[in-house]
């Protein structure tokens, strides 16, 4: 029974994160690069329209247990003057244990700052604010006083144990920075990024004395697209987060091939070093693009998986006012 319990109690900290000062206790996306105000708030309003609402749905982990699934929706909008705006929602169900993440946030975007004779290398930095909601359902978890050794586990019987707290809200802030080079014409532009989420550090009231601290998450994001012809450019990019003492490095690229009736394809992989291959399609048809994703997991969670991985699904729509200036390509630094 004492192993039983042990092993129920992990779990559960597992799930709700009460061991966040060491592990990783944010979402996290493949297609990272589909949610950018998620990724860094630099990337506030950052795209070749006048607004843009962006959805994202993951879901992993079904065949371990109550699959997590983590739908995310944000809008941003392009300022007039040097400043960008947007908000963003995304919420986590995660576990047995009834775990719900829920996250609100406004991102503002300084974009003043232009060099270079045209003003093409740009610099924007972002800040963020809002609240971070944890909490859970006790009724849903299971405790090794439950566990009869001869009729076995009845979630009807009750148990001693006693948990004081099953939600907190916390005020929660974050910056960011990025470069990118918007000259277009050129066959190989760059860009990158850092961010820091979480500065404030807000109180982590489901740890054991309730005084631990959400750690920061520290993100670097690179990359370039490279003009391979006039219909087909190729855009290796990559990723480092770090929370805690959790890290995750993503390295990856992704083609896009122009097609008439203003439609382009995309295609590419990203690799989550130590921990899975996920392929991506997807394409462009004017103001929007539809991407889907799928991980393959390459750790020894893939025994555990029995086939069952992580999918995602994406969808972003640019708002454009009926009259613009004339056409000029525009280099996103998102991808």
Known sequence: MKLMKKIVLTFICATIGTVAINAQVDPHFSQYYMYPSYLNPALTGVFDGDYRVTGIYRSQWGNITSPFSTPGVAADFSGNKSLNYGVSL??????DGG?????AYGNVAYTGIRLGALGNQRIVFGLQAGMIQRRFNPSK???GDQWNPI???NPSNPTAEFLSRTSATAF????GVLYYDAQSGKKVNFYGGFSAAHLNMPDDKFSENGSEKLPMRFTIHAGARIVISETFSLTPNALYMKQGSATETMIGAYGQLKAPMKTDFLFGVNYRINDAIAPYVGFSYKEFTLGASYDINSSDLSKMQKGASSFEISLSFIGRKKTQTPE???????L
């Open 90 to 95: 995304l919420q986590q169900s995660a576990g």
């Open 328 to 334: 000029v390509e525009f280099i996103c630094p998102r």
């Open 172 to 175: 929660d802030a974050g910056a």
């Open 99 to 103: 775990y719900n993440y829920l996250t």
């Open 151 to 153: 009729t076995g586990y």
């Open 141 to 143: 978890l299971s405790w």
